[in-house]
């Protein structure tokens, strides 16, 4: 298995700029979570979604973030406007299962948003 | 207050022990887990305590819980420099599906 996949690995925007991300979670894990990680505020966790349906957003920093997960196979998180204070790697993870004992999730390389 | 706290930087030698810890909130939590982090990658699963545990030991890695003061460490015996990483507390809170994470701790490791 290739792991969790996303795409782009870096990206440089300018501000103002539609800035999609795009994530692969492993074959047959059902939940799938997005992360922000800054250097000020750590790991943070965005959104998750257990079999393609969003279950808590209420770490979305506003409403110029939004994600989708139109099938068990893929994932977007999409910025729109972009700004600079949304520069940060963004990582995805999927889960095998909810309520599996240990819970593991499985990370993605990241990318890498830049924002002008 | 935050839900996991960990100190940002811990330095130590070459071949000494290096001890994280960590504190968390929920008490519910089922299991608490130490991932890893190296330069340019995403986090990896190191190990995991399950709640009704004091200790955990593997290889080189050594977990302690103390549930009561909602304390886990993590002992790294033998510091090598491969050893250099974030390394990340998480619990799960309320027995919810997602992690909440510490900041991460910045292991330096000096030669």
Known sequence: DAGVIQSPRHEVTEMGQEVTLRCKPISGHNSLFWYRQTMMRGLELLIYFNN???????????????????NASFSTLKIQPSEPRDSAVYFCASQ????LASNEQFFGPGTRLTVL | GEDVEQSLFLSVREGDSSVINCT????????????????????QLLTYIFSNMDMKQDQRLTVLLNKKDKHLSLRIADTQTGDSAIYFCAETPGGADGLTFGKGTHLIIQP
């Open chain 1, 52 to 70: 393609n349906v969003p279950i808590d957003d209420s770490g979305m920093p506003e409403d110029r973030f939004s994600a989708k997960m139109p």
């Open chain 1, 96 to 99: 095998p299962r909810p309520g």
């Open chain 2, 24 to 43: 968390y909130t929920d008490s519910s939590s089922t299991y608490l887990y130490w991932y890893k982090q190296e330069p340019g990658a995403g986090l």
